[in-house]
């Protein structure tokens, strides 16, 4: 441990320790929350603080935020930054947030040698219209589909995104609900 972090932890505790004489009695805590829907799913945010305009304002400016995270992440609405780059195979300018996530989950995937990969969306797609005429998607289709995902065939640059192959597609259902809640907290 270096002399700065252990005198930083020594400073810390002793202002746990001693500081609770020193602090201000905290009034009752507000309490408010928001319930919406969000990224395909029920979301929920709560906050306290001893103001309740504080409450007020912490709680919009989460809900904006995850308006904002989802109408770049989206794959249910069509605009999205994310359902452009699925439907015309590159995203020019692409939102930092989506850079963010995109670098996080080439890092996950790096580290579980795919076994984490983002680029599943046509796998996704074979099963769902599969699914929808009653049946399990034959090996044909699943050997096509597993042809369009590869983490690695997926570029992210601070001005482009783009797939490396044809009929590729990404879903950031497994990483972006946790990026917003990271980003709201």
């Given at each position: 441990?270096?002399?700065?972090?252990?005198?930083?932890?020594?400073?810390?505790?002793?202002?746990?320790?001693?500081?609770?004489?020193?602090?201000?009695?905290?009034?009752?805590?507000?309490?408010?929350r928001?319930?919406?829907?969000?990224?395909?799913?029920?979301?929920?945010?709560?906050?306290?603080?001893?103001?309740?305009?504080?409450?007020?304002?912490?709680?919009?400016?989460?809900?904006?935020?995850?308006?904002?995270?989802?109408?770049?992440?989206?794959?249910?609405?069509?605009?999205?930054?994310?359902?452009?780059?699925?439907?015309?195979?590159?995203?020019?300018?692409?939102?930092?947030?989506?850079?963010?996530?995109?670098?996080?989950?080439?890092?996950?995937?790096?580290?579980?040698?795919?076994?984490?990969?983002?680029?599943?969306?046509?796998?996704?797609?074979?099963?769902?219209?599969?699914?929808?005429?009653?049946?399990?998607?034959?090996?044909?289709?699943?050997?096509?589909?597993?042809?369009?995902?590869?983490?690695?065939?997926?570029?992210?640059?601070?001005?482009?995104?783009?797939?490396?192959?044809?009929?590729?597609?990404?879903?950031?259902?497994g990483?972006?609900?946790g990026?917003?809640?990271?980003?709201?907290?």
């Amino acid at each position: 441990m270096k002399r700065r972090q252990l005198l930083r932890l020594s400073l810390g505790l002793g202002a746990l320790a001693g500081g609770a004489a020193l602090a201000p009695a905290v009034t009752a805590l507000h309490w408010g929350r928001r319930d919406l829907l969000g990224f395909g799913t029920t979301l929920s945010l709560q906050a306290g603080h001893e103001h309740e305009a504080v409450v007020e304002r912490a709680l919009d400016e989460g809900v904006a935020l995850l308006r904002r995270i989802e109408a770049q992440m989206s794959l249910f609405d069509p605009a999205s930054a994310l359902s452009r780059l699925n439907r015309e195979g590159r995203l020019a300018s692409p939102p930092e947030e989506l850079l963010a996530v995109l670098r996080i989950a080439h890092e996950v995937s790096r580290e579980s040698r795919g076994a984490f990969d983002v680029t599943v969306q046509p796998l996704w797609e074979a099963f769902a219209a599969a699914q929808r005429e009653g049946r399990l998607p034959d090996a044909r289709e699943v050997a096509a589909a597993r042809a369009r995902v590869d983490w690695r065939a997926l570029d992210a640059r601070r001005r482009l995104v783009r797939f490396d192959a044809p009929g590729m597609a990404v879903t950031l259902n497994g990483i972006a609900q946790g990026y917003a809640a990271d980003r709201v907290r």
